[in-house]
């Protein structure tokens, strides 16, 4: 089993910067994806951002260019440095971790950003 952990969120104005932190511990593997997801409230939730294994990146269009997401070395932890925040980027955000598919990924608890105009 693996177990993911999120911190780093909070409440930010708009314009402001945050980061976010996800770990991964337990059965990992090298080559697994970690990804960064959002819900927020009375929406579905949405993918934000991902890494896989070979430190490759994808980006939702709406975070392309104000948000970075990184991995160390281990592969275990994940870094989301969201710059240039906006109202609507008021959400819970998840990290998940796959090695098959988001289906069948582990997720943490969510950290709530918050970003107020």
């Known amino acids: 089993q693996v177990y993911v952990e999120e911190s780093g969120g909070g409440l930010v104005q708009a314009g402001g910067s945050l980061r976010l932190f996800c770990a991964a511990s337990g059965r990992t593997s090298s080559g697994s994806t970690m990804g960064w997801f959002r819900q927020a409230p009375g929406k579905e939730r949405e993918f934000v951002a991902a890494v896989g294994s070979s430190f490759t990146t994808v980006y939702a269009d709406s975070v392309k260019g104000r948000f970075t997401m990184s991995r160390d070395k281990t592969k275990e932890t994940v870094f989301l440095q969201m710059n240039s925040l906006k109202p609507e980027d008021t959400a819970i955000y998840l990290c998940?971790?796959?090695?098959?598919?988001?289906?069948?990924?582990?997720w943490g608890q969510g950290t709530q950003v918050t970003v107020f105009s």
């Open positions: 998940a971790y796959s090695t098959t598919g988001w289906d069948t990924a582990s």
